[in-house]
Every structure is written in structure tokens, then in C-alpha cells.
């Protein structure tokens, strides 16, 4: 399998879960902060311009993170990476789909790329839009971390006592509160400290070169 990721991209949980999962795998760097996922020979990989991409074993492509954490999981099943329970389950579900659409999607999606979020317009043109956008996005990141918050209590992951693919999706978002400066809620905070510790997050970090 082969992954394309970018530093600093949600890719990294798709990274941690193809360690969970003990498979081989190569990574191939697309630099997204120079945006080179914008231009050719990227934009024929994946017409949405996006990581992350996995190259799977037939050689097809696969897109969109909840897609490809599941087919992780649902492909090699001895890991138990989907809750057996329905209930814890459709709890991780919960996470991780919030996590994906609306903590990413929306929330961080505005603090690290607002003009994406302003109208072209005039008013943009002149710089009065930035600021604003910035400032939902980041009370929308405090707003979404303090209901994750509440929905980890009393579990430890996720889908309650074992690690699942939500885990990998909330750990990315996790990963990207400190530089906008909010502090991340109890529950959150010792979910990412427990993600930190285990080893598959420990060597995705490595190849992010930062230490956990
Ligand atoms: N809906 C996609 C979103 C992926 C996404 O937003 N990837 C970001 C990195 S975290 C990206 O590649 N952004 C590049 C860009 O928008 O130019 C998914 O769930 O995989």
C-alpha cells in the first residue's frame, strides 16, 4: 500500500492506522504547504486536490479519511479497529464523522485557510473579511473540543475501552489545537496524551519529525 500525505495534513491518522494495522506500506510526501497537491502530476492521483490518498494492494485509489479508516479496519478485521458493541460503535462513529466534518471540515478548516470560508468579493479584496472568519473558526474549535469533551467521559477511547479509527481522526485534531492557541479540555487533553503513547502514533510523529 502507499499513502500520500503532507506534513501538517490529517493524513497522519491514516499513517497511524496503517501502523495499527502491520501491514507494509511506502509514504510518498506531497508538500500541501507549497501546494504541490494543486498541480500535476498530484491532481491526476486525486482530482479533489487532497490528502490523504491510499494506494491500495489492487492498485486502486481511495479518498475521504472516514472511507479509508474503514476499509482499514473492515480489511483487516483481527485488529479491531471498529467497536464490536453496536453502541460503542456508533459512539466512535459519532466522534470521528464530527471529528472529520465538522472539527476539520468547518472549525480548523477556517483558522488555517479563512479565505477559503470569505467571499471573493470586493469586502475580501479590501482585508475585512480575514479576521472574522479566523475568530469563528477558532471559538468553533473550542465550542467542538468541549463537546468531544463531554462525550469522553468515563472512556477512555472513543468507542469506550479499546482503541478504534475515531481514535486516529480525533488525535489529528488533537494534534493541531496547540498552534491556534486552544487549550485542549480535560478529557481531550488525556486522550491525546493516551494517543501519544502508543507506538504506532509514536512512529507516524517520527516521520513528521516531531516528537510526541
Ligand atoms: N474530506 C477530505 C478532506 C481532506 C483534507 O482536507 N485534506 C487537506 C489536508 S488536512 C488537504 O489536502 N488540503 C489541501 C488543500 O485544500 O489545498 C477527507 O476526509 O479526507
Not at 501491514?23 to 482530482?47: C, H, K, M, S, Y
Request: charged share 25%; aromatic share 8%; net charge neutral.
Amino acid at each position: 500500500m502507499k499513502l500520500y500525505w503532507g506534513k501538517h495534513t490529517c493524513a497522519i491518522g491514516i499513517h497511524v492506522l496503517l501502523e495499527e494495522v502491520g501491514q507494509p506500506f511506502t509514504l510518498e510526501e506531497v508538500d500541501v504547504l507549497g501546494q504541490e497537491n494543486r498541480r500535476e502530476p498530484f491532481r491526476a492521483i486525486n482530482a479533489k486536490m487532497k490528502v490523504p490518498v491510499l494506494v491500495r494492494p489492487d492498485g486502486s485509489k481511495l479518498t475521504e479519511y472516514g472511507a479509508i479508516a474503514s476499509w482499514l479496519a473492515l480489511t483487516y478485521p483481527d485488529k479491531g479497529l471498529i467497536p464490536a458493541a453496536v453502541e460503542d460503535r456508533v459512539r466512535a462513529q459519532e466522534i470521528m464523522d464530527y471529528a472529520v466534518g465538522t472539527l476539520h471540515g468547518q472549525a480548523f478548516g477556517r483558522v488555517f485557510m479563512p479565505t477559503k470560508f470569505e467571499p471573493k468579493d470586493l469586502l475580501h479584496k479590501a482585508g475585512l473579511g480575514q479576521s472574522s472568519t479566523k475568530a469563528e473558526g477558532l471559538a468553533m474549535v473550542k465550542d467542538g473540543f468541549a463537546i468531544l469533551d463531554q462525550q469522553l467521559e468515563g472512556r477512555p477511547y472513543a468507542g469506550g475501552q479499546a482503541f478504534s479509527i475515531a481514535d486516529s481522526a480525533l488525535f489529528y485534531c488533537e494534534r493541531w489545537a496547540p498552534e491556534t492557541g486552544v487549550a485542549l479540555p480535560p478529557n481531550v487533553a488525556a486522550h491525546c496524551d493516551r494517543m501519544k503513547a502508543r507506538p504506532s502514533v509514536k512512529r507516524a510523529l517520527e516521520v513528521y519529525g516531531e516528537t510526541p
